[in-house]
């Protein structure tokens, strides 16, 4: 009399989600493939002209730009990205590079001013800048280095993470769109991944990180004119970034935050996918959940504190308003992770129990599988690999809806910030006995009880299923319960070195 009336309202809504979701994944897929089709390409739809020479002006024809590498203990990488961004085509007195090295370990610290120091030397205009506290983590940082008077004579800037290696063409694909577009704040560049065969949980991560460039950034860019800003691999329009009061430390995702406010103040952003900056996927389980947790707790927080000021932007149409609040936030942020965990872990395991109530098959079965194929477009040479996607997915859908609860709520870890560990060329200059221990998870470390207690309530319902009923979900169900409990005891994502 009780449970059963609960679990049918439970696979009402989680079948409204499901079908949210679908709507949501195939308007997307729609338009990418209409911008793939129709060769749309931003150079196309924007006017781009390469920055042409001329003798009376010199150097004066390129505006001056400033490159940010916001870095905290970055041991493994810090090389790299300074080298990349040092080796930047762009003439060297209309080029201002500030390394912001917020690393609490000093031997580290002298590391990275010694590298800026070697690059100076050649004639670089490198500025090594450092704090005695993180106040605003990257956004405290980048912040206050804009107030920089030398700042000033800048119209653009470009970011860097530490781990990121720009073609030294970059500047010169970019910018010009920024020059030629004055509506226009931000370009947007692809990420490409150093290290997506490492293991299997990196290229689960490149088939997911694939999907959200090309189908979700190109999508909005063409839409809208609007995305997420990635918070690296990107230049913005330093004056976009001053109208709207620069970096704010309100949330984990400081680069979301200026990207909603920029659009609320009417500028445009261009996404240009044919533009790719090498980064690294974490290849550790331990640091993807840290990421993941603020990738997920951080926009359902900016949610909670920006929706109003959406609905009473005056700038922004009404179309444009419902694509922020509904399709940005609500359907991709909060329905999303919300419905993979507790229609696809909690309630369709649970509903074996109760053989009165059965669940369409469109909505357990059709509709997943079209979700599916419509996230598998983005990487096709992995396509083989999406039953491990889903089930990998399925599995990480438990910290992501708890990330989103958190921010929603405001509840604690809601502000926390834990850098992901990076491995950068290690491989190429250590055995590999140094990386595993550096990078191994101690025994008694390797457990986590939550994953490890969904897997044995999973296994319970499959159990059950098999037994009893012949809807065949435990076809789906046991495989999912041995994901978890992989996962529970830490045999995921433990770095396996390739075999080059």
């Keep these: ?38 060769r749309r390409k931003p150079e196309k739809i924007y006017k781009w002209e390469p920055i042409r020479e001329d003798e009376e002006l010199g150097t004066l024809a390129y505006p001056m730009v400033l490159v940010q590498i916001p870095m905290y203990n970055e041991r493994e990488v810090y090389r790299l990205s300074i080298g990349a961004v040092c080796n930047l085509v762009w003439p060297s007195d209309r080029l201002i590079i500030q390394v912001l090295d917020d690393s609490t370990d000093l031997t580290i610290r002298d590391m990275v001013q010694k590298e800026c120091d070697k690059w100076l030397g050649k004639g670089i205009n490198i500025h090594y800048i450092s704090r005695d506290n993180r106040n605003g983590y990257k956004a405290g940082a980048m912040k206050e ?33 920024l020059m030629n577009n004055p509506e226009i704040a931000l370009v947007q560049a692809r990420w490409k991944f150093v290290n997506a065969d490492e293991c299997l949980m990196t290229r689960i991560q490149e088939m997911s990180l694939n999907y959200h460039f090309k189908i979700e950034q190109q999508s909005g860019s063409s839409t809208f004119a609007f995305f997420g800003f990635n918070g690296t691999a990107g230049v913005w329009r330093i004056q976009a970034i001053n109208e709207v009061e620069g970096w ?28 790719k900056v090498k980064s690294e996927l974490p290849s550790t389980y331990k640091a993807y959940r840290f990421q993941q947790h603020r990738w997920s707790c951080g926009p359902a927080n900016l949610f909670r504190k920006v929706a109003m000021e959406i609905i009473k932007a005056k700038k922004v149409p009404l179309g444009k308003k419902f694509f922020l609040v509904y399709n940005f936030f609500f359907a991709r942020r909060i329905i999303s992770h919300n419905v993979t965990f507790f229609f696809y872990c909690v309630v369709i395991p649970v509903s074996v129990f109760f053989p009165e ?11 997943p599988t079209a979700i599916t194929l419509l996230n598998s477009v983005g990487t096709p040479s992995s396509i083989h690999l999406t039953i491990f996607w889903i089930l990998f997915e399925n599995a990480m859908s438990w910290h992501r809806c708890k990330a989103v609860f958190i921010g929603l709520t405001e509840a604690d870890r809601v502000n926390e910030w834990i850098v992901t ?24 470390e390797r457990f986590h009880f939550a994953e490890i207690a969904i897997g044995v309530y999973l296994i319970l319902c499959a159990s059950y299923d098999y037994a009893f009923n012949t809807d065949r979900y435990f076809i789906y169900i046991f495989p999912l319960s041995l994901s978890f409990l992989i996962m529970g005891f830490g045999y995921v994502g433990t770095f396996v070195p390739g075999s080059k």
């Design 248 to 275: 704010k430390e309100r949330t984990t995702v400081e680069d979301m935050d200026l990207a909603v406010r920029a659009s609320l103040a009417g500028w445009k952003f261009v996404y240009v996918g044919n533009v």
């Design 421 to 444: 560990e990076k491995l950068g060329d290690m491989m190429k200059a250590k055995s590999i006995s140094t990386v595993v221990k550096k990078f191994g998870t101690k025994f008694w």
């Design 1 to 38: 009399m009780v449970l059963v009336p609960v679990v049918r309202v439970a696979i009402i809504f989680c079948l409204i989600m499901s079908v949210m979701l679908f709507i949501e994944k195939f308007s997307m897929g729609l338009v990418s493939f209409y911008v793939k089709v129709f």
């Design 357 to 367: 109530i059965q669940i369409p098959r469109w909505g357990a079965v059709y509709i």
């Design 145 to 177: 280095a804009m107030e920089i008077d030398y700042v000033q004579q800048c119209e653009h800037v470009a970011i860097f993470d530490a781990d990121f290696q720009p073609a030294s063409d970059f500047l010169i694909r970019t910018v010009p769109f």
